[in-house]
């Protein structure tokens, strides 16, 4: 079931637990956050189980938490027990901005909960509080920290470059270097509004090209003395279940990656669904076609889930076309 028809092997949900956030990064969502539901408009931590249960019938082994900020969503560790007890479940990672890791990673780790990926998209104190609107980046440093000292691995930190914010790219790519971090460049994607102001919405002038990065990196890495990355291959990569391309410096612990979504798009290695904090099936990032998958979990009927679940990946697309905008933001699709 889990082949779609463009040959395509599928077997990776990313399942959003939540639309909210405590921060309100400027690209992914409004100040004023997102538009209150009602509690019942949401799948329970109940229905998600059995969602994922169905999937791993169905051949779908690998799951990612993300949101909003799933570690807002009250019994996120238990859900994550849960999940990682299914059978046909190989592994759980969570997608976080890491400020309440310091809080949760010793129960999430207790969980099953093995890998994080953390988001940050500055290391300038001023610059993050900028971005986040209110955020203070000690906070994300601190969850850093704790998610190595529990154990997860691999622990990636995920950086969304937009050209107009000037990152010190350099200095994140210098992360990797004492300690076991994986750190993954992200192209801006043309996700939400692409007419929005301040920030939240898609500028083409705003998307640095991975291999311009790449030689950016370079040439500051040379310039100081540490030589160029280093590209690696399979083997020597960290495991993972997407299309980042890694390299490492001479002697690092961690590696340096690049994620192209539009310049060197990835389409025809995609192996993924998504699932909205709401109970709609997204077949992919870049459109707005969903597939409501909430009805017939509550109604208790597991074939009209598995049926849903075939439609969805049905109507998979072969690429994204460079469409440009969405009728949701990131927090609402779930990354």
């Excluded at 996120?76 to 759980?92: F, H, K, S, Y």
């Excluded at 704790?146 to 997860?152: D, E, I, P, Q, S």
């Excluded at 994986?182 to 898609?202: K, N």
Aim: charged share 25%; hydrophobic share 40%.
């Amino acid at each position: 079931m889990n082949i779609d028809r463009h040959g395509r092997t599928i077997d990776y949900l990313r399942i959003s637990v939540t639309d909210r956030c405590n921060l309100r990064c400027r690209y992914c969502m409004p100040e004023d956050g997102v538009a209150w539901r009602p509690h019942d408009a949401m799948l329970t931590l109940e229905e998600i189980t059995r969602l994922v249960a169905i999937a791993a019938q169905e051949g779908f082994s690998r799951i990612r938490l993300t949101g909003g900020e799933p570690l807002v969503r009250l019994g996120i560790a238990d859900l994550v027990r849960n999940i990682t007890q299914t059978p046909g479940i190989e592994r759980v990672a969570m997608t976080t901005n890491g400020i309440l890791l310091p809080k949760f990673a010793k129960d999430l780790r207790e969980a099953g909960l093995t890998r994080v990926n953390i988001s940050l998209d500055t290391l300038d104190p001023a610059q993050f509080t900028h971005i986040t609107r209110w955020g203070d980046i000690n906070d994300v440093f601190a969850g850093i920290d704790t998610a190595l000292r529990v154990g997860f691995n691999p622990v990636k930190i995920n950086a969304v470059v937009v050209r107009s914010l000037k990152q010190d790219l350099l200095a994140f790519a210098k992360l990797s270097i004492s300690r076991p971090l994986h750190v993954r460049f992200i192209e801006y994607m043309p996700v939400g509004d692409p007419q929005g102001e301040d920030g939240l919405g898609w500028s083409v002038q705003d998307t640095i090209p991975n291999q311009e990065l790449i030689e950016l990196i370079n040439e500051r890495a040379e310039a100081g003395g540490l030589g160029r990355l280093i590209g690696l291959n399979s083997a020597t990569s960290p495991e993972g279940w997407g299309p980042a391309r890694y390299y490492r410096f001479e002697g690092a612990l961690g590696t340096v990656g690049f994620i192209s979504a539009l310049s060197r798009h990835f389409c025809k290695e995609c192996n993924r669904l998504r699932v909205t904090a709401e109970g709609d099936l997204r077949p992919c990032l870049f459109s707005d076609l969903e597939f409501s998958v909430k009805a017939a979990l509550r109604s208790g009927d597991d074939d009209e889930v598995r049926r849903i679940l075939c439609e969805a990946l049905a109507a998979k697309p072969d690429e994204h076309h460079n469409q440009v905008g969405t009728e949701r933001l990131m927090s609402q699709i779930g990354g």
